[in-house]
């Protein structure tokens, strides 16, 4: 589908653009020799995982309704009433993890069964709630229009726009984008942890609008926006990729507290006359290494694509990226019933093909299940193929370097079990699942990384 007819030329450009798979995108060949563009660097990600509403929201306002199979979430019926975006703005939120002038954004219409229009997009720094500061709203173009159909199935990248980011810690680009006409459904990702927001159905296009009066709806979810990079020439990206606890379930709301963030921080702290280093989050909720599937009454389709199949997009396909921190696999065991070997046998192809680009791979133990009431999680069994897990990556040599995640949360006066501390909700109170560590225990987690190791291999 054309956006516009200037010329055969300049709607081959278009095509190409829209219709080019994400992976080719972002491989676009850039030189490194003096005077040449600075390369580009993943500096955010939010990891496609199916159509709205099917996955495990956070937070979310609204009355619970299907999800999936044995699943509800808390639907957004007020705004999307009829689960799509209907001639209106949605102003997303994102957290870059670097400085930078030039910026690129990646809109998705990956699970969408039809063409999605965005009639406008813009980006700007946010100030306080959907406010914007004011002369820092810029236009999205896509080879040079304002406008783009992305068709299903697709992506498509944006040209470069200039917003000056001067702290990474405390600034937060939001992404406005107007979808005109009806979206169908809706790619996104389920559990941001952050607050975003949506206009009225038909309430037409805000994308330029400062004051944030025109959405009135909030959303702890991502629609339709999946990356951000930054053109930088002296950065190096890490990919935190995982599952709901690489995600930040039991964090809390806006705090930037899982463990990515704290690894993040971390790295700030050492980066004077350093590389900077960028942590990008490719995690998604209920994910599994393997195709092994939730066992019968389970939600797959909640669980967005496994490790497997989204490696390439979510973390090969990346500018920049010097390696991976790979926290998976208690889904297979407690939620699909999976073994060790199975586990192990999906380790080894990711292993086996992110060193055959040249990337490093951290692997991270699994933290403790014992108590969890659903699935399999919490059962001895399942604590014992857990076990096994980990001391594959503690011990095999296959993995370049270790997070030892389950020494530092499980409970050495209960073995298999979380410690108490960590045990919690901090994003809605009350008592924990027995699954999720809270807070503490993501300030712990992102304290047994080793940072110098992972600057040694991003040098």
Same mark, same amino acid.
């Given at each position: ?14 095509? %190409? ?22 390369? %580009?660097?993943? *500096? ?33 019926? #007020? ?14 939120? /994102? ?7 030039? %910026? ?16 406008? #997009? ?18 999205? @173009? ?6 783009? @159909? ?6 498509? =990248? ?7 980011? @001067? ?12 979808? *005109?006409? /009806? ?25 330029? !609008? ?23 020439? !002296?950065?190096?990206?890490?990919? #935190? ?27 700030? &702290? ?12 490719? *995690? ?23 490790? =497997? ?46 060193? &055959?680009?040249?990337?490093?791979? /951290? ?24 076990? *096994? ?21 499980? !409970? ?10 960590? !045990? ?26 080793? /940072?110098?190791? =992972? ?5």
């Amino acid at each position: 589908m054309r956006v516009t007819r200037p010329s055969r030329a300049v709607t081959a450009a278009v095509a %190409w653009v829209v219709l080019a798979p994400a992976a080719a995108i972002a491989h676009e060949p850039i030189a490194h020799t003096t005077g040449s563009p600075a390369p %580009w660097t993943a *500096a955010w990600a939010g990891s496609a995982q199916g159509v709205y509403p099917a996955g495990y929201s956070v937070a979310q306002p609204g009355t619970p309704g299907p999800a999936g199979p044995g699943n509800t979430a808390p639907l957004l019926s #007020a705004a999307l009433p009829d689960d799509q975006a209907r001639n209106q703005t949605l102003r997303l939120i /994102v957290d870059p993890s670097v400085t930078g002038t030039s %910026w690129r954004i990646r809109l998705t219409n990956e699970y969408g069964t039809r063409p999605v229009t965005f009639g406008r #997009a813009y980006a700007g720094l946010q100030s306080s709630g959907g406010n914007l500061t004011p002369g820092t709203n810029r236009a999205l @173009t896509f080879d040079g229009h304002g406008s783009v @159909t992305v068709p299903k199935g697709r992506t498509v =990248l944006s040209d470069p726009v200039p917003i000056r980011v @001067t702290d990474a810690g405390s600034q937060r680009l939001a992404v406005s984008v107007f979808v *005109a006409g /009806v979206s169908g459904p809706m790619t996104w990702h389920a559990a941001a942890f952050t607050t975003s927001y949506l206009s009225d159905p038909n309430a037409g296009d805000h994308t330029a !609008d400062i004051a944030d009066t025109a959405f009135p709806h909030s959303t702890t979810s991502w629609f339709f926006v999946s990356e951000v990079q930054a053109q930088r020439r !002296d950065t190096a990206t890490v990919v #935190a990729f995982g599952d709901s606890i690489t995600d930040g379930f039991f964090s809390t709301i806006n705090g930037a507290d899982r463990w990515p963030d704290v690894l993040q921080r971390r790295l700030d &702290a050492r980066a004077q006359g350093r590389r900077p280093i960028s942590v990008v989050t490719e *995690a998604i909720g209920g994910n599994m290494v393997t195709r092994i599937g939730r066992t019968p009454g389970g939600c797959t389709p909640c669980d967005g694509p496994p490790a =497997l199949d989204r490696l390439d997009r979510d973390v090969l396909a990346k500018p920049g990226v010097r390696a991976v921190i790979l926290l998976e696999g208690i889904n297979d065991l407690g939620g699909g019933g999976a073994t060790a070997e199975q586990v192990i046998a999906g380790y080894r192809e990711v292993i086996r093909r992110v060193h &055959a680009r040249g990337i490093k791979i /951290v692997g991270a133990t699994l933290t403790p299940s014992a108590g969890t009431a659903f699935g399999l999680y919490g059962t001895p069994e399942t604590d014992a193929e857990r076990r *096994a897990v980990n001391t594959f990556i503690r011990t095999s040599g296959l993995f370049d370097g270790v997070a030892d995640f389950s020494a530092v949360t499980e !409970d050495p006066a209960r073995p298999g079990h979380l410690r108490p501390e960590f !045990d919690t909700n901090s994003s809605a109170g009350g008592a924990g699942d027995h699954l999720h560590p809270n807070r503490a225990g993501f300030l712990a987690m992102g304290a047994a990384v080793d /940072v110098a190791q =992972l600057e040694r291999f991003t040098r």
